[in-house]
């Protein structure tokens, strides 16, 4: 947006057209005895129109007192209001502004059970010594931990001073000033606009380790080592990137692998990614995660969706470039079996979805953002840029997405503002091309067009090949050709059973036997293997499944076990005596999701 121009976000209180946060200084004590953050934020803010107060989001923040001042010189104390709080929402903090104010100053502190912070107990980490507690800011979960304007099209910069135990580490989506000496007084700052869901903080007991000049990894101890050895392609990655969309404007590249409880695969925090362990596989096969969560310096981070019915323009740019980065640093068969896998899971989740949920600009009135985190923007978003990949031509289309880039770069934009873009540079120069996609279609429409790609992996053809012998009775399990198989081909193996109707408890026996799959130490292919079993009612899984359950907190994961498990009767009853123990080490914003799948009130 323009100074002075807002797009309508049903997901914020804020009025940026009137009053607009510029920049914020934060100070905080991080209290892990209270499990809360105490402190002050100082908001510098632009009136574009005097009359009107400024207008912030909070939710469940309790704010001790306010200030404001003209540029920072003589505060003095200020009314407020907070609002009645929305579910979904939380509360608009109020304050009006005397005449010339710019600076706000609020005391405030969170409270333990912040949506936007999970504090973990020692036994929760991989150390086991040391508490430790991290930020999901992303949708609008920045409000429960920052009083702000918490909306993607307000952009600001940010100091922060963050005082914590002194064996402890703070870290945050922004430039380091204290570099990793342990003293318990770190500042950071951040001089690149970004909006409120980019920012991020972590403390724990945590190591860091080089991966090349401007890339690193840090983990706590025992993660380390694995760590580095696993996202050791992390260079290559961005130096790929920033070959096919120019330069990447960040600074550092560092990524922090957060102890099981974390609910998402990554979050692309910029300058500081912030992932999930079960990425760490050992081969390098899962590292799909840091090449979408680096594809975010770009689209998301650079240009970023200016409210969240605008969330496919991050994810579906994001999936397309991972996509595109995985085949320049591993290879066109790696981009195809990810395509493949993208394209079956965008069908089954089309199948379970309603018509209005599959439109890629979707209509999130009165919904929380976080309901909208479907397969739609991610995998629909992606198989749209590749349809105008393969009409325009490579070269082209790679040349539109860098002048896209370059053009929005750091600012939020809407659907509409992106398809202007896309008809003045790439469809009215080539109507006869332009013709041949339907772009209102893709965005404005439910199910994926006739004319849609639909890509295809010749290694997948070969692994159904196998599973089809091995189902006619030509060949024992043991002597399916597996060895060279990726973890993208064991997926494949296992869902296409699935389909073809040939798992069942006896063959999943059968395979177990020859393959051990319910010890894999992989989290995508024990996580498959585990859905199955639940489904086939093959029994030795159980108390794989239980382990996982209660060890790992990635919401892709634990959510469809739930959910399958919970189909019987049977099957609820032990996944409520499973959720009893587990619940309470899970992030909050799993825990909504699994509330709400196994109607948990507190059994
Ligand atoms: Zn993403």
Do not use: C
Request: hydrophobic share 40%; proline share 6%; glycine share 6%.
């Amino acid at each position: 947006m323009a100074n002075g121009q807002a797009a309508q976000d049903f997901h914020s209180y804020a009025n940026p057209s009137a009053v607009r946060v510029r920049h914020l200084d934060l100070n905080w004590d991080v209290l892990f005895e209270q499990k809360i953050l105490k402190g002050t934020a100082v908001l510098t803010v632009e009136r574009i129109s005097q009359a009107e107060p400024l207008i912030l989001d909070t939710r469940d923040l309790k704010i001790e007192k306010v200030e404001t001042s003209a540029d920072g010189v003589a505060y003095s104390a200020a009314t407020f209001t907070v609002g009645s709080s929305d579910k979904i929402l939380g509360a608009p903090l109020t304050i009006p502004l005397p005449a010339k104010a710019n600076r706000v100053r609020i005391y405030y502190s969170t409270v333990p059970g912040a949506s936007g912070l999970q504090w973990l107990e020692p036994a929760q980490t991989a150390g086991k010594k040391d508490p430790f507690v991290f930020t999901q800011s992303q949708a609008i979960h920045a409000r429960s931990w920052i009083p702000t304007q918490d909306t993607p099209q307000v952009r600001v910069t940010y100091n922060a001073r963050v005082r914590t135990p002194r064996r402890l580490l703070a870290v945050m989506s922004a430039e380091n000033l204290s570099g990793t000496a342990r003293d318990g007084d770190y500042s950071f700052r951040m001089r690149q606009p970004i909006p409120s869901y980019l920012i991020a903080l972590a403390v724990g007991d945590l190591r860091f380790k080089a991966l090349s000049a401007r890339t690193g990894v840090y983990a706590e101890p025992p993660v380390i080592d694995l760590a580095a050895k696993e996202l050791s392609d992390t260079e290559k990655m961005v130096v790929a990137t920033e070959r096919l969309y120019g330069p990447y404007r960040w600074g550092r590249y560092d990524i922090l692998v957060l102890p099981p409880s974390f609910p998402y695969g990554g979050m692309e925090n910029p300058r500081l990614t912030f992932a999930t362990p079960t990425i760490l596989a050992g081969d390098k096969s899962l590292v799909s995660l840091v090449a979408h969560e680096l594809a975010h310096s770009w689209s998301g981070n650079l240009v970023t969706n200016a409210t969240w019915r605008d969330f496919w323009l991050n994810e579906g740019f994001t999936t397309y470039l991972e996509r595109r980065i995985l085949e320049a640093v591993y290879g066109r068969p790696r981009e195809e079996m990810e395509a493949a896998l993208g394209l079956r899971d965008l069908n089954e989740e089309i199948t379970a979805l309603e018509d209005p949920d599959e439109i890629l600009h979707i209509d999130l009135k009165g919904r929380d953002p976080d309901d909208g985190s479907t397969d739609i923007p991610y995998e629909k978003g992606a198989l749209f840029l590749r349809h105008l990949e393969e009409t325009f031509g490579r070269a082209r289309f790679d040349q539109f997405l860098k002048g896209y880039f370059n053009h929005f770069a750091f600012q939020s934009i809407t659907t509409e503002q992106f398809t202007a873009y896309l008809k003045q540079n790439l469809l009215d120069k080539d109507p006869a091309l332009a013709a041949r996609v339907p772009v209102d279609d893709w965005i404005n429409k439910p199910g994926i067009p006739a004319s849609a790609p639909k890509p295809a992996s010749s290694a997948f053809a070969r692994v159904e090949e196998e599973g089809k012998r091995w189902l006619r009775g030509e060949i024992p399990a043991a002597k399916i050709l597996t060895a060279r198989w990726t973890t993208q081909e064991w997926l494949h193996f296992l869902k296409s059973l699935e389909v073809s109707a040939g798992s069942g408890a006896a063959r999943m026996a059968e395979l177990d036997q020859a393959f051990h799959l319910t010890r894999s130490g992989n989290s995508e292919i024990a996580f498959q293997w585990l859905l199955m079993a639940i489904r086939n009612r093959y029994e030795p899984a159980n108390p794989r499944l239980e382990e996982f359950l209660t060890t790992i907190g990635r919401r892709k994961f634990i959510k469809p076990l739930y959910e399958e498990l919970a189909k019987t009767p049977e099957g609820k009853e032990r996944a409520l005596a499973i959720y009893r123990r587990a619940r309470s080490t899970y992030h909050p914003i799993a825990v909504a999701s699994i509330d709400d799948v196994l109607n948990w009130s507190g059994q």
